[in-house]
């Protein structure tokens, strides 16, 4: 008997209206089983019908069975999947964590767990946070400070306290899109990938899209030590490898890029460690929207204004903050060097090279500092001549400056004095960022 027709008489409504049909029909799958059924009085039929609750309505078809195949690819790629961590550094973010924490829990791969260290907030952040725990789909781990440690070390104590392979940093403010996570696990695939980071939206207050941040765009890869180092794309964008962490008992050792009276933020920090020993990955998708408002800890920088401005950013781009790079660069190369001994030999070799290029890009830029420092023209002309002797204004790589710099460098030399008097005495001189430190008044030294 075909399979649909056997299908058909052995049906709960088959067995109740034809039940001595059904038994002529049977024999056809044997002698014995046929004789079996003959002998079956036909109210057996029914009582057996009965059990099988044959009232429901029957299906115009017989459903397949789920391709269990399928079911078990799903389950072993969600099992190969990296665990990760949302590593969320809090401070009086009570206007706008909730929805931070909705994006969260909307991704279409949810994390192993949010871990949240609150800086000794004042406002409702905390409690907002455990309501969130409460009947989060995943756990919720809320740590609160004794004591103010700043969003440096407020961010830095998070990541330690993550379990994850992977770890995703988090501020309070902005809001994930649905697919971030889902997406930006997929560079991992590489073992070599230690840290991405994606496009973003700039949004308002209230969620509405400005423009894009144009994040750093680079490459999808960039290997080991071929981008310049001294830039980094936000922390908010970040996703880093948990390996990365173990580096943490030298960062008191670090210094900001433009600040080098404090040490680095968590974002330069690890971008600075990823460039040196691996694979850095950007996703060219906006997976985020990040917001612009007064208390922004780091905001966009607006444009400049007036023509005045310009001239003093341009200025101060070069002697300041290459007076700081010379410092920053430096440091960089002794803690790769401190931290030579717990690296396995291909990560010795990367570091060997990043160490050699952070104490040239030291040397470079003391010199290229040395040209903006107003002041008597030929010690700044010998500083001009020794950058292009040492191949500084080359193209090939990220580390050196480029032709149109040594062009630049080579016109201000001859710039007139009302222009060098544009150089503001500190960093201070500049056009503000779009938003300022919330916390500039009472915690200086965290002050961007």
Known sequence: ????????????????????????????????????????????????????????????????????????????????????????????????????????AAQTVPPAELVVTDDASSDDTVAIVKAFAEAAAFPVRIYENAARLGYRGNFMRNVALCTSDIIALCDQDDVWYPEKLEQMLAPFADADVVLAYHEAWLIDAYGKRIELARILPLEAKSPPSSLFPLRNPYGFSMLIRRELVDFSELWPKSVDNLKTDTMMAHDQWFFFLACALGTIAFVDVPLAGYRQHDNNTYGVERPPRTVGERIARWVNVRSKEYASFTIAAHVRAAILNDSFDRLGPEQQARAKLAIVRYETLSRHCAWRAAIYDPGPVLPRLSAWQALLRDGAYSNRTRWSFGRKAMLADFGFLSAPGWLLSTVPAKRDGLPKPSATDANASTDPAERP
């Open 1 to 104: 008997m075909p399979g649909n027709l056997c299908r058909m008489w052995l049906s709960p409504f088959a067995l109740r209206q034809r039940p001595n049909a059904l038994a002529r029909a049977l024999p056809d799958f044997g002698q014995g089983m046929g004789a079996c059924v003959r002998r079956t009085p036909a109210s057996s039929w029914v009582g057996i019908c009965d059990e099988l609750d044959v009232s429901r309505p029957m299906p115009d078809h017989i459903p397949e069975k789920p391709d269990a195949a399928g079911d078990l690819r799903e389950r072993d790629n969600q099992s190969l999947r990296p665990r990760v961590s949302v590593a969320m550094a809090t401070y009086n973010g009570a206007r706008f964590i909730l929805e931070q924490l909705n994006s969260i």
